[in-house]
């Protein structure tokens, strides 16, 4: 579940539509670590991009839960909301005020509350309206935002507020027709009396001093001079601070002065009743009312997340829950992200029955930076915030998330370094177990170094031992061969550029880092005599550790740089298979496209032979019946001669039409012959060639063809030729030999008569008949 703080009136501020008291279970992450971390910067970040002041309160009181299901569910409601954002939806929360002290009051049974607080009461209402209906209108696309919704309260009662109390908090006339006699009264009866004094003043005009009608006391008043207050009857309400003036009513004027304060009382009894009937109209409606609050804080809390997660880049991890392996891919601090234009991301894996990474390397080559960085983004997406990781992260969800970062010295408490981080390794192991992630930072150091090792390796392995999930950095070589040797736990380090002495920050499992202490001060100018003499100080089995570490490092450099050679030859090979597969599918295109013309062509050309065949037969036709009512050998002899040249005329132009379809076919053959698909085997391209005309001028078409002796595409040609001259003569059938051979032949004849409609079918006859050394094609009729 992830849980809500209570604040400290005793109202939980909402985040989601999950709640839940701190004090009923044990906090996933402590306040202490939290602050090792600086889990309270990275909630700032993202409170930062509500639109309400409560939004950002509910967002900062965020923290992890512990229940896998309801992580995932919180991150994927971010997931939704994200992706309605990212295409430009208008989905935006509305700015809300802060309405529990509203809330509180509305529980004392006959309090009432005052103008400003039932306009703010109509706020939430219109805003509860409005965000209620965003979330009706996204749930199909976004379901899990959509949830949020609830039945906001009624527009008669955002109507009755509308039309009572104005947008400063002030009760309107229009609130009830009572208050409206008694404010036209008020303002008549003001009017009167100003309307008297100033009569007065006119009178007295030799008496009166600088200035107008005034309030003193709350009575209207007229200056008069020191000197000539025995002109004016009245009561002195006050004087000027030289005492020069005095303010008098006169005596003409106190009964309506009167009148006007009864008029006033009258006025604010009035407006106190408003008051009280609207408080009861929202007072009968304070459920719907705090429901619709607290569901426009969690739409607004969800808007800031979702915001973050954008302008990040982060994408939603999957969550599973601990013990399991961690995945982190682009990972990147969140803090580092909000400083700096460009952030190095990282990847960082454990396995399963490999809990354990200690991570070493150079001072500045940002192991604390890594360690914060995995504590912040378990603790943001364990608390529904998407931490700036890329995708196929996987992270476990830990019912504990402790932190052992930074210098625990304190004076006030009597405590030292080392002995600060003692107290917080004892408490790390008093409650770490499988489900826990544990994040240590140069632990071992601040004693003598050999037993601060020896510590930190008991440390180490029992943490191991109990399957804790432990990210550990150091400068300890003997941290760094216990890793090595320990079964569970293994080395890792940040890549660090030996030759410019800069971090990478990249992640490398496997290889401990060294610790480049004698190459950074020699960079930092140390006296040669210095660096030489602590070269000769340096233990041997030291020395000779460093410089295996040093091979390592050359080796994985070079696998490296190879690694990087062999993805960018593959990179190149995957475009130009890319290229290829789009030249295939052109040319396949291509193909499709040059059979639709041929068939159009074919089917063209025999409408058109149709159309010539009945206008022959017309004109035989009208010859036939010209000649049957011949009456004289004359007439009859020059019908017979009309029938001859009609046929003649027709059977000349239907042989020269059905002659240039032919040549069509045999170009548009040509040219796909010519288009081979990228890595198919090539051929000489099909050359045009045209029947001669004799063909079909001049003889009949033959019924066999024989094919032996003849090239693969002479046989082709030969093959298609043939076909044109039996359909051309009404042929059913058409015989051809090809011999047996080694069946390459064959297997061309057939693919021709495979892709040729005119063919209805084809298939070798009887042994005694040629058996598979020719082919019958059946035509279609």
Not at 1 to 22: A, Q
Not at 528 to 542: F, G, K, M, R
């Amino acid at each position: 579940m992830i849980h809500t703080r209570e604040s400290g009136d005793g109202i939980g501020v909402p985040m989601t539509r999950f709640s839940g008291t701190p004090s009923s279970f044990a906090p996933v992450l402590s306040a202490e670590a939290a602050e090792q971390i600086e889990f309270g910067q990275v909630l700032e970040l993202v409170a930062q991009r509500a639109v309400s002041q409560v939004g950002g309160h509910s967002v900062r009181r965020r923290f992890p839960g512990a229940a896998a299901d309801a992580v995932q569910d919180e991150l994927a409601a971010v997931g939704e909301l994200c992706a309605l954002l990212d295409r430009g939806d208008a989905f935006v929360p509305e700015n809300i005020p802060d309405a529990r002290p509203i809330l509180e009051r509305l529980a004392v049974s006959g309090s009432v509350l005052e103008g400003k607080q039932l306009s703010e009461v109509g706020q939430v209402v219109a805003a509860a309206r409005n965000v209620a209906a965003q979330l009706r209108r996204v749930g199909s696309e976004a379901p899990r935002v959509g949830g949020l919704a609830v039945e906001p309260p009624p527009e008669h009662l955002l109507r009755r507020l509308s039309v009572a109390i104005g947008p400063d908090g002030g009760v309107q006339d229009g609130a009830s027709s009572e208050l409206a006699d008694a404010r036209r009264d008020l303002r008549a009866t003001r009017s009167r009396l100003v309307s008297r004094l100033e009569d007065l003043m006119q009178d007295l005009s030799s008496a009166a001093a600088g200035g107008g009608v005034t309030l003193r006391s709350s009575r209207y008043v007229i200056p008069v001079r020191r000197e000539a207050r025995s002109k004016v009857k009245g009561i002195v309400h006050g004087e000027s601070s030289s005492g020069a003036t005095l303010f008098v009513e006169p005596h003409e004027a106190v009964q309506l002065g009167n009148d006007l304060n009864a008029c006033e009382a009258l006025e604010s009894r009035v407006v106190i009743k408003v008051l009280r009937e609207l408080t009861e109209l929202v007072r009968a409606h304070v459920d719907r009312i705090e429901d619709g609050w607290r569901m426009c804080v969690a739409v607004d809390d969800l808007y800031a997340r979702a915001r973050y997660a954008n302008d990040v880049g982060a994408k939603v991890p999957t969550v599973v829950p601990a013990p399991a392996a961690m995945v982190v891919r682009q990972g990147r601090h969140p803090l580092l992200l909000a400083e700096l234009a460009t952030v190095v991301p990282f990847d960082l894996d454990t396995e399963d029955g490999e809990p354990v990474v200690v991570v070493s390397g150079p001072n500045t080559g940002g192991k604390t930076v890594l360690l914060k960085a995995v504590g912040l983004i378990h603790a943001m997406a364990q608390s529904g915030i998407i931490p700036p990781v890329g995708e196929g992260t996987t992270l476990p969800v830990f019912g504990g998330i402790y932190a052992d970062i930074g210098d625990h010295q304190s004076i006030a408490a009597s405590l030292s370094t080392f002995s600060g981080h003692l107290e917080a390794l004892k408490g790390v192991l008093e409650a770490a177990d499988a489900r826990s992630l544990v994040l240590l930072d140069e632990f071992g150091t601040g004693t003598d170094p050999s037993e601060g090792a020896a510590l930190a390796g008991a440390v180490l392995k029992t943490l191991c031992d109990r399957g804790c999930t432990t990210i550990a950095t150091t400068h300890l070589n003997q941290l760094k061969r216990l890793a090595s040797e320990t079964a569970g736990a293994v080395n890792a380090s940040l890549q660090f550029d030996a030759e410019q002495l800069e971090p990478t920050y990249r992640v490398v499992k496997g290889i401990p880092g060294r610790s480049y202490g004698l190459a950074i001060a020699r960079r930092l100018g140390f006296p040669p005599e210095v660096l030489q003499l602590a070269e000769q100080l340096q233990p041997d089995a030291e020395r000779s550790f460093e410089s295996l570490l040093g091979d390592l490092e050359e080796r994985e450099k070079s696998l490296l740089q190879r690694e990087e050679s062999v993805r960018a030859d593959a990179a190149r090979l995957d475009a130009v298979e890319d290229r290829l597969s789009q030249l295939r599918a052109d040319l396949a295109e291509r193909g499709r496209s040059l059979e639709e013309t041929a068939r159009q062509m074919e089917t063209s050309g025999r409408a058109e032979a149709r159309r010539f065949l009945l206008e022959a037969r017309k004109r035989v036709e009208d010859a036939m019946a010209l000649a049957r009512l011949a009456t004289d050998e004359t007439t009859a002899k020059q019908a017979r001669k009309l029938v001859e040249d009609g046929v003649r005329v027709e059977a000349s132009a239907l042989q020269k039409l059905e002659v240039a379809a032919r040549k069509k076919g045999w170009k548009m053959r040509g040219r796909r012959g010519t288009e081979t698909p990228a890595g198919a085997a090539t051929s000489p391209p099909m050359v045009e060639r045209p029947a001669p005309p004799s063909t079909l001028t001049e003889s009949a078409a033959a019924s066999e063809i024989d094919l032996r002796g003849m090239l693969g595409e002479d046989a082709e040609d030969a093959v298609v030729r043939a076909l044109d001259e039996a359909v051309v003569a009404d042929l059913a059938s058409l015989r051809i030999i090809h011999g047996k051979g080694t069946g390459a032949l064959r297997h061309r004849v057939c693919d021709v008569l495979r892709r040729d409609r005119r063919v209805a079918s084809f298939s070798s006859p009887p042994a005694h008949q040629g058996g598979w050394g020719v082919t019958v094609a059946e035509l279609q009729s």
